[in-house]
């Protein structure tokens, strides 16, 4: 998986890269910043700012299209390359599936595209959607158990909701 690892780093631009394991919402100095919890390496990428147009090819008045995640996360864990694709909400969390399934679809792209540039070697891949919340009306999942994820019906995507704020230990989201 370090090998896959390696070739995502190498295939994105730096500038989408984050060196800190820790989620904030650049836009709402009062949302709580979330800590990433891991072992090993991984990859934290911040592909929907405000500064650039990911996706240039897309019409703009088409709702949700250029819609994506706040943070995608690529973490090798045994042997399977985890994809957790992070969105940050306050309250309402209405429309995270389509921000959330469009991340999903880039990232596999990301991952084909890695592939691709390893000769087409082909790795154990999941996708995760961690869905972060500052919400005192919802029921979050903890970091102490495995509560079962979610599944988006579309785009089979597993998901959960998880208070935003509160370390996020990877490792336990790994299944």
């Known amino acids: 998986m370090k090998e896959l690892l390696n070739a995502l780093d190498e295939i994105i631009v730096p500038r989408f890269k984050q060196r800190s394991?820790?989620?904030?919402?650049?836009?709402?100095?009062?949302?709580?910043?979330?800590?990433?919890?891991?072992?090993?390496?991984?990859l934290f990428c911040q592909f929907d700012t405000d500064e650039l147009d990911i996706f240039p090819y897309f019409n703009q008045t088409v709702p949700f299209l250029n819609s994506m995640c706040d943070y995608t996360i690529f973490y090798p864990y045994e042997n399977t390359m985890f994809v957790f694709l992070c969105e940050l909400k306050t309250e309402k969390v209405n429309n995270s599936s389509k921000q959330l399934e469009s991340a999903k679809l880039f990232a596999e792209f990301l991952i084909n595209m890695a592939e691709k540039h390893l000769n087409f070697k082909k790795f154990m891949i999941e996708y995760r959607a961690l869905i972060f919340s500052t919400s005192d009306k919802r029921r979050f999942s903890t970091n102490v158990k495995k509560d079962a994820y979610s599944q988006y019906q579309a785009s089979q995507l597993k998901y959960k909701h998880l208070k935003a704020g509160r370390n996020c230990y990877l490792d336990h989201h790994c299944y």
């Open 21 to 42: 394991a820790i989620l904030e919402e650049p836009k709402n100095a009062a949302y709580p910043s979330t800590k990433i919890r891991k072992v090993g390496k991984a």
